[in-house]
DNA sequence: TATGAATGAGAGTTCATTCAT
DNA sequence: TATGAATGAACTCTCATTCAT
């Protein structure tokens, strides 16, 4: 709608349009990850970012486009920090320990990033009524290359026979109330509670050994 | 403050009066499984029950008394139903699939109120920002159970020496993942993924064989 | 309104039907003593007097006749315990004397009602704006009489020729003020006041000494 | 709880706002001394000043802040008028008669204004029920000097030896009484009652001639 | 670009009143 | 007579969004 006068769409954004929105997009985080998503509101936003109001539906069309870029940012550094993670590991049964051990290593480090995460996802409804994501803390890529490994490890023999779809989801499913438990028991002892993870899930998922 | 003579309290409720009750919480559960909890105001609800706004003040303090009553109802058919599925089961490794297999098949006929529950947890957030939840689809009572066999088994010899917080965290968040993937591919097929997670759980949590 | 199915109009009521209306008068003075007029509801009204709300419905047109009840029956006493005091007074002078220390003797006695009489006039608004009532403390009756001794008193040469409705006007307003600084300042000795305000109104009307 | 970038605290305000403000200030004056405080919604206020409801909320934090403002704009330009004239009286006699007639010609000028201060007042009920002021048409700088000046005068002689919280009062409810005669009698001739108050006053305080 | 100002819809809640039983 | 249930309007307040400057 009213082309040219708004720079919301897939216009090329200047170095300092993208400040701006770094900084609004930070602001959301740090102000979700605080009073939550439900209490998240634009006033609120700008109030942190220390500009008005005006500002952020200048440089994002609403309130979704923002909480969306939000989520891109958040998935980005996710994905970017487990991935190599996982490149390193010698098999697939370590891919899978060193995903786990990635993602709890970074939660550590970002918890505020990650409460706005799920802050959004949980508070975002689809006209449908419910999240359209089943999974929180794994971003896209890094599901991909799980699957991929996960498939590469049957064909190798390095893991059993499952169906890996379901044991993709359980992996994530299982990060996630990682995460969900330690951000209500801060004094979890996270470091523990990934390496127990990843004992579970390697147990699961490892080819049972030649009679 | 205290409203007037209102039945909130303790008080004994007639059979007309708590027709109403469930009829304006079955009707909140309906809402929020179609619009989420974000959106389910109270005059969707009333909406949807056929009644005005003032109704739901009349039979509940308040929006919040409401919401526990949705959480407290939907809790109580669930443990109702999982819980002799459970000890029914022969040992502790057959407990856990128990678990599984029976919260799967609740799960199937009761779509709505689970999805209803999973919106109530998600988008209430606590004044720290985050749910006080970890977990969704298990029931206090249950949680307990599952917790209470865990420790069984390991003393027993059947379950390997983990640490029972985090496979019961674990085994829970698989639940609720299997949950929302279903939710959001409503095709897929329940009773299947349910199958592989108990495999998943089983093999995660037994005794090494001896060698 | 619906002639005959209501006992709102002048019909002769019953002895429950009476008793029943004092009961819930009384629990509106009660109330409104307590919370103040404007938190004063039906709800609260009748959950004090042990009924339900329609009851009062019942017994009274509105919430309008049921303050309008509340306020006679208060000026009813008052006038029937300071009528009597003032009558006792062998001159003008001491008529009013009389009549500033019995009001104050009745305040002590009936603080609560008096915060209803004052909270109703207060909070009750005509439809021009303002409270159609200029004075509070002293009914009718007791108005007319005080108008009567003032001129009396003028007749008889004992008060001076001062404008007798700025005098009863005065006087009440000063009887007012007495309670409502009584009411904010509890421990004030009330009984002092008003022989202070007894000399005051004296001092302020009596006639000149002769030269 | 603290609401968004709202210019709500002790930020300085752009002279547009002020006027916006004033406005809603001038507005709330007229509908309070309209309809009363009791139906002074802010849905009236805002229609009478010709704005959205929203407005209100935007230019002050809540119907209590915007009231607050009300009575200390009132109370300021009271004292504005007031205080001058009781400066100019040559004795403290003549400062008790100067307060009296200065507050009446106030009033001549400003009926609505009063009229919305006294609504405000009497609507306003504390949690203990009644209105925390004694007091309406007296601000409190007047309040301060009226008591000096009573001090004052019974030093030097001038005025007897009554006791000076009670004859501040009296005096104040006495000026209120004459304000709420007017009100409820338009046609009243409020400068003849200030002139028989102001010698009902000073005949009740002035001290007795040697004898 | 950025801002403060304004909007209007919608939230939860309270309440006087009505009515079938 | 008396009740509990229901109504619908009105309340204050919040918020995403728009717009003139």
Redesign the interface.
């Known amino acids: 709608m009213r082309p040219g006068s708004r720079p919301h769409g897939q216009r090329k954004h200047t170095f300092i349009e993208e400040a701006r929105r770094a900084q609004i997009v930070s602001a959301a985080i740090d102000t ?8 998240a ?4 936003i ?2 942190r970012a220390g500009v ?2 005006g500002v952020i539906s200048y440089h994002f069309s609403g309130k979704d486009e923002l909480m969306d870029q939000v989520v891109e940012q958040v998935y980005s550094a996710i994905a970017e920090f487990v991935l190599p993670r996982i490149a390193e590991a010698p098999d697939e049964c370590a891919a899978l320990r060193a995903h786990v051990l990635a993602v709890a290593d970074y939660m550590r480090g970002h918890r505020e990033q990650l ?1 706005a995460l ?2 959004i ?15 929180l803390m794994v971003a896209e890529p890094v599901y991909q290359e799980i699957e991929k490994r996960l498939r590469a490890g049957q064909e190798r023999g390095v893991l059993r026979d ?2 890996v779809r ?2 993709a ?2 992996l ?3 990060i ?3 995460f ?2 330690w ?2 028991h801060p004094d979890h002892d996270l470091e ?2 990934a390496a ?2 990843a ?3 390697e ?3 490892r080819a049972d050994p030649p009679a």
């Open positions: 979700i990850a605080e009073v939550g998503f439900a209490n509101s634009l006033s609120r700008a109030q008005s109001k409460m799920a802050g996802f949980n508070g975002t409804r689809t006209s449908e009524g419910t999240s359209s994501r089943h999974r499952f169906d379901v044991m989801v359980t994530q499913a299982s996630d109330g990682m969900a438990y951000v209500t523990a509670h127990e993870l004992e579970i899930i147990r699961s998922a």
